[in-house]
């Protein structure tokens, strides 16, 4: 008799947790629990990441806020009570997403073309040398330029003899209508020095004229600073074969944004 009474206790038990079990799991459909589970995983902390940003409104894992639990994860996890239609709608709207995104990326699956740089190389291989040697004859023009135009500035700034033969020959093209091989005009049609640049001329004029007791060459090489840097990094890279890097540096910004861009 007592077997049989045990037997019956247990059998009510069993059919307790059966019902409560049912009641429980039928508010959620097997859709949003396996949508759930794929977007919810556990790190090797027993952190829980969630990689739907939304789903995070409407689980829990604190078992007094919810009471349908979520099967098939190594932590308890819970659906927020009063919430199960609201998620409902939420997996659902993102179920359809992913399905027009699907249809999308089929669309334009077959229309992507892409630059066939492997040929296009093949191609130019025979101008290498031509494109090397003009790259090289840019070299050597910018340095014999900025080489030229320096040591004018210098002298410009250090040799009075040679400032006033300078400003001489600028005044008299300006009396005689802007001739001169050592003068131009700039766009204002005012008569500059062709071989002085304004940034010589600013130099000594704001020493002079300020009377701040500033050095003219400190003035000029930190208006030229930028100027010298940028030709440096120029030169550097045209004479080290790196002439691709900002290219390089711009791809990857690029994917790194559109990487971004795709996860959202």
């Avoid at 959620?28 to 952190?47: A, G, L």
């Avoid at 098939?72 to 009570?81: A, Q, R, S």
């Avoid at 766009?187 to 002085?196: A, D, S």
Wanted: hydrophobic share 45%; net charge negative.
């Amino acid at each position: 008799m007592k077997r049989i009474r045990t037997l019956l206790v247990t059998l009510i038990m069993l059919v307790g947790i059966l019902g409560s079990s049912l009641c429980v799991y039928a508010e959620v459909s097997s859709d949003t629990m396996d949508f759930i589970k794929e977007n919810v995983t556990v790190d090797d902390y027993n952190n829980i990441v969630i990689k739907d940003r939304g789903l995070a409104e409407y689980i829990t894992t604190n078992p007094d806020l919810g009471t349908t639990p979520i099967v098939g994860l190594e932590t308890n996890l819970y659906v927020i009570d009063d919430l199960d239609a609201d998620l409902e709608d939420y997996v659902n709207k993102r179920i359809e997403a992913s399905h027009v995104d699907e249809k999308i990326n089929n669309l334009t699956g077959d229309l992507k073309i892409g630059a066939d740089t492997e040929t296009a190389s093949q191609i130019i291989k025979g101008f290498l040398p031509v494109i090397s040697t003009a790259l090289g004859f840019v070299v050597i023009l910018i340095t014999t330029g900025m080489t030229i135009f320096s040591a004018f500035d210098l002298c410009y700034i250090a040799f009075p003899v040679f400032r006033n033969i300078c400003e001489d020959a600028k005044q008299n093209a300006a009396l005689s209508g802007g001739k001169g091989s050592a003068l131009a005009k700039n766009k204002n049609g005012e008569i500059k020095h062709r071989f002085v640049s304004d940034d010589a001329v600013f130099a000594v004029l704001s020493t002079e004229t300020a009377q701040t007791g500033k050095n003219p060459f400190i003035v000029y090489f930190g208006k030229r600073l930028i100027s010298y840097v940028v030709l440096a990094v120029l030169l550097f890279i045209l004479m080290t074969d790196n002439i691709t890097v900002f290219t390089d540096i711009a791809i990857k910004a690029v994917s790194g944004i559109l990487e971004i861009i795709q996860t959202i």
